[in-house]
């Protein structure tokens, strides 16, 4: 997750189970006398190395210059709520690294996919259709060749295409860290969560954003980590490092915050994302201890908790509108599918798995549809799958295998060559891949692009190097980068209804990004016609 819990927790136990089982072996050995000695600090060996390449992934401890014959120390870290003083989280780390780009990307499985009939359809970019530029498409519907007399929803979103964001056009800034800014579901609100616990709400009619309400948030560990509207826009939610999920008005007092108790079992217990069911009664996150909670608003408590992952989940959305089938990705490098009506503690069996990262899984986000989901990855790639293609054994062995070889830590250390391999896992049955954009420091967020104006053509996600980057869905290839921040993005949000963009970053900034006309002076235009004239080429 964004932070490892606290020692004594359970990568404390995994550890001391690991050293007793290994001191365990060690009485056997002796009495078996002297012959098997080398052998038995060679397991010895190995059990150390394999516990220590854990711990050092997990972030529990860390190598530092220091004395001794090695000139290196081992030092007991802690929680990030703990460390907030560390020079590595300034998230600056990523303007020294250049994300890998797959000049061809390999697009086999979602050339022959339905996902790929659906976005032509809803852009009105079938094949057998002729390229047309801006121009030709509006002389077409001037002279009534457009079905109705008019643009279609998928020509519209055709059209929109040619416009995507290219500038900021406003700042807000705060003193502290931003880590979440999402847009309400009417496109009415935007809310932004900081470090220094403040939340902050926008109306986001007009040109720019005006800021109407700051709410200071209760029961904050280190920082804000994940916020959500309920789906009518009436409440905010937000969680921490926190045994609860506070619930706030936003219209009404912001002095009462409902706080949901978890009754977790850790110690220490972060929720690193939440979702909100799509009649409001039902609040899922994802959490440090590697299960799933269900709080049940109605009933005023928790009403499920659910061994869900072998190490922290990052990431739970619901698949679509029914709020029936549930998504979850975890730092065990697998994307896992439930169903809510057998969801059960005692028997918690996922309806399917998609393994192919290699690494943690910071993100997802549901097409909307129940059938199709982006997830964004510490192995620098987000991966479409389609849950009608689950991984077999194979696959998530290979997955879990390539995970527990990641000894390095992305929240402060730079990506090694070895983490950025190209072939797949076997069993991968992602759609699609896309490399372009760096995940390092925190869980950096990933998104469809809005139906209404895009045809969700697009997957937009923040960076480590500072930019919004958006992709092709269909092609692989990175459309445009939007740069202007100091350190990473970790949020970004589409207006569901007009083609704007807010970027989220660690320099404490958050960005309205818009598009805008390219100027052209008077000077220039001759200047084309002049050569124009002279190469006989035509404007």
């Known amino acids: 997750g964004a932070a490892p819990g606290d020692p004594a927790g359970r990568a404390g136990e995994e550890r001391g ?29 190995v059990d150390l190395a394999q516990v220590l390449a854990y711990l050092l992934r997990r972030g529990q401890v860390r190598l530092v210059q220091g004395g001794g014959a090695s000139g290196l120390q081992l030092v007991q870290t802690y929680s990030d709520s703990d460390d907030d003083s560390d020079n590595a989280w300034d998230g600056c780390l990523g303007d020294h690294y250049t994300p890998p780009v797959d000049a061809v990307p390999d697009t086999q499985d979602i050339d022959g996919s339905e996902i790929k009939t659906q976005i032509q359809l809803a852009t009105a970019t079938q094949e057998h259709n002729p390229t047309h530029n801006v121009t030709q498409l509006l002389n077409q519907r001037e002279q009534g060749l457009c079905y109705n007399g008019s643009f279609s929803h998928g020509e519209c ?43 902050r709400l926008y109306h986001t009619r007009g040109e720019a954003m005006k800021r109407f309400k700051v709410i200071r948030a209760r029961d904050v560990g280190w920082s804000v980590l994940d916020v959500a509207f309920t789906p009518d826009g009436t409440s905010l939610l937000y969680s921490s490092w926190s045994d609860y999920i506070h619930v706030c008005s936003i219209y009404g007092d912001s002095d009462v915050h409902t706080a949901l ?7 220490r217990f972060c929720v690193f994302s939440l979702t909100v069911s799509s009649d409001s009664r039902e609040i899922m996150g994802g959490a440090n201890d590697g299960c799933l909670y269900v709080f049940d608003r109605e009933h005023n408590m928790r009403t499920l908790k659910v061994e869900s992952h ?29 169903d809510r009506r057998t969801l059960r503690e005692d028997s918690p069996r996922p309806v399917g798995v998609l393994a192919g ?25 987000i991966k479409l799958w389609d849950i009608r293609r689950f991984s077999s054994k194979e696959g998530l062995e290979a997955s879990r295998r390539a995970v527990t070889q990641q000894n390095w830590d992305y929240r402060w250390q730079q990506v090694p060559k070895r983490a950025l391999k190209r072939h797949r896992l076997a069993g991968d049955t992602s759609v699609m891949t896309y490399r372009g954009h760096g995940v390092l420091h925190t869980l950096i967020r990933c998104r469809f692009s809005p139906v ?88």
């Open 17 to 45: 189970s690991a050293a007793a089982a290994s001191g365990g072996g060690r009485e056997g050995e002796r009495e078996g006398g002297r012959a098997r000695e080398g052998e038995r600090e060679a397991e010895e060996d």
């Open 310 to 338: 072998e190490d922290d989940v990052n990431t739970v959305a619901f698949a679509d509108a029914s709020s029936q089938i549930l998504y979850s990705g975890g730092d065990d490098a697998v994307c896992k599918v439930w």
């Open 157 to 199: 979103s055709r059209v929109a295409s040619y416009f995507l964001p290219n500038h900021m056009s406003h700042v807000d800034s705060f003193a502290q860290k931003a880590f979440c800014g999402i847009y309400s579901r009417d496109g009415e609100i935007f809310m932004s969560a900081c470090q220094d616990q403040n939340i």
């Open 357 to 381: 990262h290699r690494d943690g899984v910071t993100f997802i986000h549901s097409k909307g549809d129940a059938r199709y989901l982006i997830s964004n990855s510490k192995d620098q790639t």
């Open 261 to 267: 108790d978890l009754n977790p079992d850790e110690r």
């Open 452 to 539: 209404f104006t895009t045809g969700q053509r697009y997957i937009y996600t923040g960076c480590s190097t500072g930019k919004v980057i958006i992709y092709d869905v269909l092609t692989g290839k990175i459309v445009t980068k939007l740069s202007n921040h100091r350190a990473c993005v970790r949020d970004v949000s589409w207006h569901p209804y007009e083609e704007k963009i807010i970027s989220t970053s660690w320099d404490g900034g958050v960005r309205l990004w818009d598009y805008q006309l390219a100027e052209y002076y008077e000077d220039d235009l001759l200047l084309a016609t002049h050569k124009n004239a002279e190469t006989g080429e035509k404007n």
